[in-house]
């Protein structure tokens, strides 16, 4: 199997950050104060990047994973400070009053936000040091022969 050049693997990882935003802004119309949406245009669209990307690029490197955190990190670490932070309001009741200054509620769901993004973010970091270890060793690799 051929090696994929430098710069292919850079853009694949450019674009899988880019889709992960994309995912990010989508998730982000899905959560409302009545609770989480099905998934938008926005999020399919998203999703079905980062999967034709990171099959791309698991065919030129030969690696299943390859790059696929990047859009993990994007998307948990933004959603994880989010819900973290509105844990401590309350829940949003069915036919809740407008939200205003003195009246303040989430989306229901939020603690399943927060395992969930924990849970992906946990993932990618653990994808991120096992590709920039195995880089490294390439690289210290090659160091050594050449």
């Known amino acids: 199997m051929r090696r994929a050049a430098p710069a292919l693997g850079i853009l694949a990882r450019v674009l899988l950050g880019v889709a992960g935003f994309l995912l990010f802004y989508g998730i982000e119309a899905m959560m409302t104060s009545s609770g989480l949406r099905p ?5 399919l ?23 696929l955190w990047v859009a993990g990190v994007v998307v948990g670490l933004p959603l994880l400070l989010q819900s973290i932070t509105r844990m401590s309001a309350p829940a949003c009741p069915p ?20 395992a969930i993004s924990a849970v992906v973010l946990a993932l990618s970091l653990i994808g991120a040091y096992v590709e920039l270890g195995g880089l490294l060793a390439r690289t210290a690799s090659r160091a050594r022969s050449g």
């Not at 998934?39 to 999020?43: A, D, K, W």
């Not at 999703?47 to 790059?67: D, F, H, N, Q």
């Not at 036919?95 to 927060?114: E, F, K, N, R, W």
């Open 45 to 67: 669209v998203a999703l079905a990047a980062i999967v034709l990307v990171a099959a791309a690029t698991w065919r030129s490197e030969g690696r299943p994973m390859g790059g």
């Open 95 to 114: 036919d809740h009053p407008p939200l205003t200054q003195s009246y303040y509620c989430v989306a229901p769901g939020a603690s399943i936000v927060v």
């Open 39 to 43: 998934p938008n245009i926005v999020v």
